[in-house]
Each structure stands twice: as C-alpha cells, then as structure tokens.
C-alpha cells in the first residue's frame, strides 16, 4: 500500500480490517501488560511485582469483562461470564486443558520463532529465563488461591504440583521416599510425547528444569531444596521422562 492510499482514520477501513484491528487491540494490551509486570519487576524486585499483579490484575480482567459482556452482549455473575457458571463440572475441565494446551503452545511457538533466526542455543537461554520467572509466579498464585500458609512444607507441594498448567496436559506421579523427601515424576510429557511421534530425540530440558522446580519448590517452602534425579537429555526409564526429589531441611 502506498502512502497515497494509507488511511486516515480507523474510521476509514473497512469491516473486514476493522474485525482485524479489533485482535490487534486485544494482542497489544496483552503486551503492554507484560511490560508493565516487567518493569515493575525491575523497580521493586519480583515478589512485590506479583503482589502489585495479584490486585492490578483482578481489577483489569474486571474492566475488560464489563466492557466486552456490553459490547458482545454476554451476562456476568459475579465478575466473570454467566456462561462459565452454567458449564457442569466435565466442561470446565475440558475448558481448564484447552486453556493449558494454549500455553504449552504458546510456549512453544516463541520457542520455535526464536529458535528459526538464531539457533537452539538461543532459544534455550530465553526459555530458561522465562522459567526463572513464571515457575515463582506460579507458585504464588497457587499459594494464593488454595489459601496456603507461608511454609506448607512437603505436602503443601504435592498439593501445589498439582495445580500447575503442566497438570492437565501431562502425566505426573509422587512417589514417597520418607517423611522428609519424595519424588516427583514426569511420566508422560506432551512436548517429549510429541517428538518420540516423530522419531526425534528427546528436547535436553534439563537446563530449564533446573531452573524450573528448584524455584517453584523454594517458592511454595523456602525449606524445601530440590535434586534432579534425571532429565533429558539424561538416559531414562520408559516409564518417565524426568524425576526430581524434594527434600524438607530439618
């Protein structure tokens, strides 16, 4: 398009670009959200910058909510749309998976697009840095909304690893080893799964892992240190892909 035919306005597109625009409003808030948890990280350090997101956060999905269910024409109860609590227990499952496949992909599509320019090595660095952040985040909100006290010790974090995205898409067990240690285990992994489909070697995750569950773990208890027990690309067990042992200080 030349600068002779540019539009004017958003007034001047036509529908069909207008429906294009109204995503692309939608992508941008997404992003300067992120930004915004970003530099208020960088102010006041991580755990303020989560609890600053935990009421700024209620309070933007409360606006965005009320101004779409009025423009699309979709009932609230209680802040969130009417629709969801009308979904019987099965549905909402099903809603909670899609939502946890979304983020597994979305993972990976920023995987693979850096990945694509700048090689593997590159997109592993990215990858683990963003684990150093969501892996703690998440712990807090679960810790957050299961209502947990500060230190739940080892039980606490069975209870927390199985409120994780990974929780729905993966297969996961807890073995016991005694009162103060247990083994996490990774027994099916969708991303591995995906890669042995295609006669791949697995992803060497454990770069990542050892950002991952140390952070998460220490997060839920600050007394819970963790051992990685094997990860890709470690030779393991058809059983599992990856293991790691939580341990409780005495």
């Given at each position: 398009?030349?600068?002779?035919?540019?539009?004017?306005?958003?007034?001047?597109?036509?529908?069909?670009?207008?429906?294009?625009?109204?995503?692309?409003?939608?992508?941008?808030?997404?992003?300067?959200?992120?930004?915004?948890?970003?530099?208020?990280?960088?102010?006041?350090?991580?755990?303020?910058?989560?609890?600053?997101?935990?009421?700024?956060?209620?309070?933007?999905?409360?606006?965005?909510?009320?101004?779409?269910?009025?423009?699309?024409?979709?009932?609230?109860?209680?802040?969130?749309?009417?629709?969801?609590?009308?979904?019987?227990?099965?549905?909402?499952?099903?809603?909670?998976?899609?939502?946890?496949?979304?983020?597994?992909?979305?993972?990976?599509?920023?995987?693979?697009?850096?990945?694509?320019?700048?090689?593997?090595?590159?997109?592993?660095?990215?990858?683990?840095?963003?684990?150093?952040?969501?892996?703690?985040?998440?712990?807090?909100?679960?810790?957050?909304?299961?209502?947990?006290?500060?230190?739940?010790?080892?039980?606490?974090?069975?209870?927390a690893l199985g409120f994780r995205m990974y929780t729905r898409i993966n297969k996961q067990s807890i073995h016991e080893i005694d009162d103060g240690s247990f083994i996490f285990r990774m027994d099916e992994c969708r991303v591995q799964s995906a890669r042995k489909r295609r006669g791949l070697a697995d992803?060497?995750?454990?770069?990542?892992?050892?950002?991952?569950?140390?952070?998460?773990?220490?997060?839920?208890?600050?007394?819970?240190?963790?051992?990685?027990?094997?990860?890709?690309?470690?030779?393991?067990?058809?059983?599992?892909?990856?293991?790691?042992?939580?341990?409780?200080?005495?």
């Amino acid at each position: 398009m030349s600068g002779q035919n540019l539009p004017k306005s958003i007034e001047d597109l036509p529908r069909d670009e207008l429906v294009r625009w109204v995503m692309e409003g939608f992508r941008r808030t997404l992003m300067h959200y992120g930004f915004w948890f970003r530099e208020v990280q960088n102010r006041v350090g991580f755990d303020q910058a989560v609890r600053i997101e935990a009421q700024a956060g209620d309070q933007a999905l409360g606006i965005i909510l009320k101004r779409l269910s009025s423009i699309l024409g979709f009932a609230l109860e209680d802040g969130v749309p009417k629709r969801l609590k009308e979904m019987n227990k099965e549905e909402l499952l099903g809603l909670i998976e899609a939502t946890s496949i979304n983020w597994i992909a979305n993972d990976g599509v920023w995987f693979q697009a850096v990945e694509g320019p700048f090689g593997m090595a590159d997109a592993k660095h990215c990858n683990d840095i963003c684990w150093s952040s969501f892996s703690p985040y998440e712990a807090l909100r679960i810790k957050k909304l299961l209502d947990m006290p500060e230190s739940p010790g080892l039980e606490g974090l069975k209870t927390a690893l199985g409120f994780r995205m990974y929780t729905r898409i993966n297969k996961q067990s807890i073995h016991e080893i005694d009162d103060g240690s247990f083994i996490f285990r990774m027994d099916e992994c969708r991303v591995q799964s995906a890669r042995k489909r295609r006669g791949l070697a697995d992803y060497p995750c454990k770069s990542a892992g050892m950002i991952e569950y140390p952070m998460f773990a220490s997060t839920i208890d600050s007394r819970i240190t963790t051992e990685c027990v094997g990860c890709p690309p470690d030779n393991h067990p058809d059983e599992w892909y990856c293991a790691w042992k939580f341990t409780l200080a005495k």
